[in-house]
């Protein structure tokens, strides 16, 4: 199955609210549950913090990539285990993937994603290879460091960090006509089933809480968000 062919597995969480539907699937982060595609699952997010262009800690100035957007990388030797991100994928067509083994099967994936605007991704140290093809640079980010949050997101921007690119609050999405528009709660960035603590997909107006212990929020095809 060719690179592309590959769908991101938490695609069918999209679909369905978690809780809502038993037969809810998402991207594997450390259970290894596999799903079919559907850009709101876990294609990750914005470029654009807070409504301005890399602004965040995660996107500060003098930050050098970590490793390139095309190519497949050893965990260890090539790429050291780690949180990584990309910004700037404007057309959806970035893919990558955390695999156990480079025996390109399917059931060698533990995590994947298309990503429209920005990605978080958690390399982990049991992680053998990542993949990735025409996606931005991916940078390394620093842990303590520290930005000013925005409170107003572009609605198809992809993963936010919570704290460093988005403030935590309430923030309302209007003019979504159909339910196209994805919203997610995240507590990490494994993109596991395990990893999302809340999502919808959404017709109309939507209304959502971040906490400020959450990790990332996620949103794809809405309306820009704008702190209540």
Sequence with gaps: MGMKAKVAFGAVVGFVVIGAVSANAGNDGKDGVSGTGHKGSSASAGHESGGTKDSGGAGAAGKKAAFGGDGDYRVGTDVQPGTYRTAGNTDGLCYWERAKDASGELDSMLANDNVSGTSYVTIKPTDKLFKSHD????????????????????????????????????????????DGCYWERVKDAGHGLDSIIANNNVKGTAVVTISPSDAYFKTNGCGD???A
Excluded: F, L
């Design 135 to 178: 996606c931005e640079d991916w940078e390394a980010v620093d842990p303590k460091a520290e930005g000013t949050p925005g409170s107003s997101m572009d609605g198809d921007g992809g993963m936010y960090k919570v704290g460093t690119d988005i403030a935590p609050g309430t923030y309302r999405s209007a003019g979504n006509t159909d």
């Design 225 to 227: 968000w704008k702190k």
